[in-house]
């Protein structure tokens, strides 16, 4: 049964950092590329960040380039999300996304989610 679980959220003052973790179970974790979604209230699913299974290259959204960055560690089936100069706009709650054949910005391109971990930035 694969398994990915999120954690690191909480919540946080405009223009702190977080950095989130996800940690995978039941995968071939090295095959896949992972992402990083986020979902604010009434809003849809939104891609945030991607990282091919080498961890070579990451890919971002427009409006958190330069202020996010996404990394992977193969050898413990981890991929977090560091986030800095968080806004109030960045409030969401994050999932971590995997199963991907390659780092891609659609939610269908990835078979498996993990619950999610709400991030609150505060003005």
């Known amino acids: 049964q694969v398994q990915l679980a999120e954690s690191g959220g909480g919540l946080v003052q405009a223009g702190g950092s977080l950095t989130l973790s996800c940690a995978g179970s039941?995968?071939?974790?090295?095959?896949?590329?992972m992402g990083w979604f986020r979902q604010a209230p009434g809003k849809e699913r939104e891609f945030v960040a991607a990282i091919s299974w080498s961890g070579g290259g990451g890919y971002f959204t427009d409006s958190v380039k330069g202020r996010f960055t996404i990394s992977r560690d193969n050898a413990k089936n981890m991929v977090y999300l560091q986030m800095s100069s968080l806004k109030p706009e960045d409030t969401a709650v994050y999932y971590c996304?995997?199963?991907?054949?390659?780092?891609?910005?659609?939610?269908?391109?990835?078979?498996?989610w993990g619950q999610g971990t709400q991030v609150t930035v505060s003005s």
């Open positions: 996304a995997g199963g991907g054949r390659g780092p891609a910005k659609e939610v269908s391109k990835y078979d498996y």
């Open positions: 039941g995968l071939t974790f090295s095959r896949y590329a």
